[in-house]
């Protein structure tokens, strides 16, 4: 398995750009989220999925859209980026084990800077 | 949501056993520990959990105080790989974990 994907790994964009960092899992995880990391700043939850065609608000929506069309892809979109958005984002997935407890999967972040 | 709380570093001598101890004194009956590291930048990687009893894996083991209120990490033989920052979270076993600040390990060679 390859686990939690993202793409890009880097991306620079100008303020008002739009685009979309994209996850992907193999591991057929019904959970899925976007977090956010700032320097020296623990992780901030944007937006989550508990399955597909369904997505919910975390911490830090504002600015952010996700769609879940499949079980395997969550890609996140940046309406209008500003540079309040540069930080490194983590997708991440979770299964559901069977005594209600959860570990999640994280990717290997997408670094994004906004001038 | 239970809050946590840990000292915000630690050193380690390599070799020896890392004891990261992590304060949750608001935790719910039904709320676990979760422990999660993160190593330099990379994604955060999950570690151990527990809900009442001590836990031990490959990687660590977790002690877990009777009243539940704290609870302690051990690496055995901690190495200069374990170098990371160590969260301590309590959450119910929903998706949404909160990661605060954590712990920064340094182990010495």
């Known amino acids: 398995n390859a686990g939690v994907t993202q793409t890009p790994k880097f991306q620079v964009l100008k303020t008002g750009q739009s685009m979309t960092l994209q996850c992907a899992q193999d591991?057929?995880?019904?959970?899925m989220s976007w977090y956010r990391q700032d320097p020296g700043m623990g992780l901030r939850l944007i937006h989550y999925s508990v399955g597909a065609g369904i997505t919910d608000q975390g911490e830090v929506p504002n600015g952010y859209n996700v769609s879940r069309s499949t079980t395997e892809d969550f890609p996140l979109r940046l309406l209008s980026a500003a540079p309040s958005q540069t930080s490194v984002y983590f997708c991440a997935s979770t299964p559901l084990q069977g005594d209600g407890s959860y570990e999640q999967y994280f990717g290997p972040g997408t670094r994004l800077t906004v001038t | 949501d239970a809050k946590t709380t840990q000292p915000p570093s630690m050193d380690c001598a390599e070799g020896r056993a890392a004891n990261l101890p992590c304060n949750h004194s608001t935790i719910s009956g039904n709320e676990y520990v979760y422990w999660y590291r993160q190593i330099h930048s990379q994604g955060p990687q999950y570690i151990i959990h527990?809900?009442?009893n001590n836990e031990t894996n490959e990687m660590a083991s977790l002690i877990i105080t009777e009243d539940r209120k704290s609870s302690t990490l051990i690496l055995p033989h901690a190495t200069l790989r374990d170098t990371a920052v160590y969260y301590c979270i309590v959450r119910p076993g929903a998706n949404n974990l909160f990661f605060g600040t954590g712990t920064r390990l340094t182990v010495i060679p």
């Open positions: 591991m057929n995880h019904e959970y």
């Open positions: 527990g809900l009442k």
